[in-house]
């Protein structure tokens, strides 16, 4: 089972063109690893470079130490993946990639419906329906389901909550936690507060290269500068006194509040 895949030195070029330049960082199991950037930084050539897309470029991409092959080792679901089906049915959409695996239809069955399951469907109500007729959110959950039922080791997500509402994105963030147990996750977005409480770490795109960050330490640091990362004015408003705390809250209300009244309170204790 794969644990780490590791940038050494990777600089990306178009042509003449630097798209990116000297980006070092790691991606483990066991958590969500995210990556953030303001627009046009470079997030989505990264997982084009992972997924084996684009190779032109420098420096190494390792998986535990050797040099990573991206074919057949992940799957790769762009923003509204739902938008590429191609089958007639789910059971033949979430099945496709075992069949291109030269299984059989007897092997299939079971194994899609479990994966089906896995993600929050039920097969036996949607199994020969069109992909069409799901509502937004299951039309999310299958196109994730049939990405990864072949179990890739490292999966890659651009966007991945785009266009679902709330309860929706807690149900994808909570999925995507449990797939981070057996699976390197990673996850391109520009909504990383969503995710940070199950993040281990954030690779941070800029023009000069990237930062390795803890999510303490990225929310410090757009805190103390909006034109690094734009966090909500709530949040910004509601912790701007313990904008150098080393424990700073996750972006949810009941967070905020509880972090903001324990300050409050040992402020008070000590006058």
């Not at 191609?86 to 069955?109: C, D, H, P």
Request: glycine share 8%.
């Amino acid at each position: 089972m794969l644990e780490r895949l590791e940038l050494k030195d990777l600089t990306v070029r178009y042509g003449r063109n630097i798209l990116l330049k000297n980006l070092c960082g790691s991606f483990s199991r066991r958590q969500i690893n995210l990556v953030v950037g303001r627009a046009g930084s470079g997030k989505s050539t990264l997982l084009r470079v992972l997924a084996g897309f684009h190779k032109e470029y420098e420096g190494s991409v390792l998986a535990d130490g050797q040099v990573f092959e991206p074919s057949g080792n992940i799957s790769l679901a762009f923003q509204n993946p739902e938008a590429l089906f191609f089958n007639g049915t789910v059971a033949e959409e979430v099945g496709y990639a075992l069949k291109m695996r030269k299984m059989s239809a007897r092997e299939i069955e079971p194994i899609a419906r479990q994966w089906l399951q896995k993600w929050g469907l039920d097969p036996d109500r949607c199994w020969l329906n069109h992909p069409l007729e799901l509502s937004g959110g299951e039309k999310r959950r299958l196109a994730l389901a049939a990405c990864t039922v072949f179990l890739p080791p490292v999966v890659l997500l651009d966007e991945p909550l785009a266009g679902l509402d709330a309860q929706g994105q807690r149900d994808l963030i909570s999925l995507l936690s449990g797939m981070a147990t057996d699976h390197i996750v990673i996850v391109v977005t520009h909504e990383p507060e969503l995710l940070l409480e199950q993040s281990g770490s954030l690779l941070y795109l800029h023009a000069d290269g990237c930062k390795s960050l803890k999510p303490a330490e990225f929310l410090r640091l757009a805190l103390a500068d909006s034109s690094f990362f734009p966090l909500p004015e709530w949040y910004r408003y509601a912790v701007r006194h313990f904008a150098q705390s080393s424990d700073l809250p996750n972006l949810r209300a009941d967070d905020v509040y509880r972090f903001v009244k324990t300050r409050e309170r040992m402020h008070a204790d000590q006058l």
